[in-house]
């Protein structure tokens, strides 16, 4: 096996000076800050509404809730299983084909999500590369959970790899090192020192690999389709919605947005815990 890369050590040039920032940059970082935060308060207020806040707790939203966190809890699932080795060799390994694994891994963050659901469907529909095989077995995977679980996947996952791959690649080689030569296997040294070191990047990279499956739409909607109880996650019932009504679909993006920051504060306060024992 190839030998662990050394760690750089950043430079820091020297203690940073405080000082006042220029008004153009205030009024600029102000501006920006603005147009981020904006809008999600202005779906947070419109939901404080009473018929809008009746509409969340409506079956169809409740229903494409249940199926967004059933698939999504799959694909983290699988995200983690596979992820975590793969960042693990591309942050604290060098290889021959490194810096092309590490594009690859790229390689869905730059695809349009439609494009991402055509190549699922190519590979995986019933007259795909591994889909036709499948269907001659009696195993559909297009336009069914199984889809909207892999379409998750494909654009999620890479937020995780590259994320922990940092986290990786920031754990300090002589910390590995002396944790071997006191008899310690490579197997615990992972367990018991590269994650728990890396477990910040691990939490951000989860939260924002998850938050990118709930919010996720294109590839599931040509991969999977819109199926009521099977395929309908939370933002395809959200763009469905509004054919119903504004605030049906208002109702709906307030739930998967309780829902996603819900899911990013349990997340930091399970690795805050973990940090302190």
Do not use: N
Not at 34 to 48: G, K, Y
Not at 81 to 104: E, H, M, N, S
Not at 160 to 184: C, H, N, Q, S, Y
Not at 230 to 242: D, E, M, S, V
Request: aromatic letters at 8%; zero cysteines; glycine letters at 8%.
């Amino acid at each position: 096996m190839a030998a662990p890369r050394r760690a750089r050590t950043p430079a820091t040039g020297g203690a940073r000076t405080l000082r006042r920032p220029g008004p153009l940059a205030v009024i600029g970082a102000a501006a920006l800050l603005l147009f981020l935060v904006l809008p999600t308060a202005a779906l947070v207020a419109r939901s404080l509404d009473a018929d809008v806040l009746a509409a969340v707790l409506s079956a169809p939203a409740l229903l494409a809730l249940r199926l967004s966190l059933v698939t999504t809890v799959a694909a983290m699932a699988v995200t983690v299983l596979l992820g975590t080795p793969l960042a693990y060799l591309l942050g604290r390994y060098d290889f021959r084909g490194r810096r092309v694994i590490d594009a690859l891994v790229d390689l869905p963050l730059m695809l349009p999500p439609v494009i991402a659901g055509v190549g699922l469907l190519l590979v995986f529909g019933r007259r795909g590369l591994l889909g036709a095989p499948l269907a001659d077995v009696g195993v559909s995977i297009g336009f069914t959970t199984v889809a909207v679980v892999l379409a998750q996947l494909l654009v999620a996952s890479p937020f995780f790899v590259r994320t922990l791959k940092i986290g990786f690649a920031a754990v300090p080689d002589e910390v590995e090192a002396a944790a071997l030569m006191d008899g310690a296997g490579r197997w615990a040294v992972f367990w018991r020192v590269s994650l728990p070191l890396a477990l910040p990047a691990f939490t951000e990279g989860l939260v924002l690999a998850w938050s990118r499956a709930l919010a996720e739409f294109g590839a599931t909607v040509v991969f999977a389709g819109s199926l009521a109880g099977r395929t309908r996650t939370l933002p395809l019932a959200i763009y469905g919605a509004f054919e119903v009504g504004l605030d049906q679909a208002v109702a709906m993006a307030a739930l998967l947005t309780g829902f996603a920051l819900l899911l990013f504060v349990a997340l930091r306060v399970v690795t805050s815990i973990t940090r302190v024992a």
